[in-house]
């Protein structure tokens, strides 16, 4: 169902539609919209998980203009900076934009930027994190991502000995879902957390800087595993070890299924990561968002903590289903992931 229909008519529908327009001052057509315009906002919250820009965006545009020809985004990245985030978003309302995709910097922060934009009758569209009260939610299972990233690290690492654990954001929501799910599979084992760390930005700088400080008080050789919520991390985890010597690295986890990690996994470095269909996601978003836009029906949804939600399924990669997974789907070829560098590993893979 699509809430906010364009094609309300009748007296009772007119007193309301005159008090929005006092309201907000910019619906000149009167139709109870924020504006007239058909731009769709994208929000996106940061430039350093390769996402984002790599296919997010990208797969999001190409399928709001396959769908209509007379719309168009108008893409802000944060940077990792929610106050920045918040401006965007008041000033896309601002511009007129007709519905806002939002994937936020910070759940709660954004929270007002949500009750702003419905009040100029602008809907948003909660992209991947969810926000409280946002009109339609789309994201993963992300509890089962994290609990599925867990139980790949238990049973690499045989289920004993000391890990390292290094998180999202704290103020990224889906961080939290990622690090219960993962708790919930490494408590239930025989595994110890030495050490966690609940990285602010998710970057991979953070996280070699703290498995270098880490490395002051543990024998890297002695850890059996380190949980990094994604690859941008688990590239920081394996570029910290590999600094302090190693050569061989204990099972690392990841999440996003990054170019550099497929190859990672490839070459052995690095044990798992999480592939997300992207290409899903975005679509299924720039289908929502061009559906508000125009007044036609979102299709089926399923409640999320009383939002309208598309939730869909993770899947976890290791060195053997890449075939079929990313590659089976579309997300990389074989000659994406096969450079010269990895030709031998690709081969010992099956993948060349
Ligand atoms: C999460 C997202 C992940 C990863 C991470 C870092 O919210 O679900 O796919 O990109 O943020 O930005």
Known sequence: MNKFARTVVGAASVVVLTAALGACGGDDD????????KTIALLLPETKTTRYEAFDKPLFEAKVKELCDDCDVKYLNADQDSAKQQQQAESAITDGAAVLVFDPVDGDAAAGAVKSAQSSKV??????????GADYYLSFDNEKVGELQG?????????SGDILMLNGSPTDPN??????????AIDASGLTVAAEYDNPDWSPDNAQKFVTSQLNNVDGAALAGVYAANDGQAGGVIAALR?????KFPPVTGQDAELAAIQRI?????????YKSI???????????????NGDDVGETTDYEGVDSFIFDPAVVTKDNIKDTVVADGFYTVEDICTPEYADACKAAGLS
Do not use: N
């Not at 790949?152 to 289920?159: F, H, Y």
């Not at 720039?286 to 508000?292: G, K, L, S």
């Open 30 to 37: 009167g139709d109870g919209g924020g504006s007239d315009s």
């Open 151 to 159: 139980q790949a690290l238990v049973e690499a690492t045989g289920g």
């Open 266 to 274: 490839v070459s052995g470095d690095q044990y798992m990561t999480i």
């Open 123 to 132: 809907p948003v569209v909660a992209y991947d994190r969810f926000m409280e």
């Open 243 to 247: 600094a302090d010597g190693m050569t």
């Open 175 to 184: 961080a939290a879902q990622f690090k219960k799910g993962a708790h919930k």
């Open 279 to 293: 290409k899903t996601e975005a679509e299924k978003a720039a289908e929502v968002a061009v559906a508000i836009v």
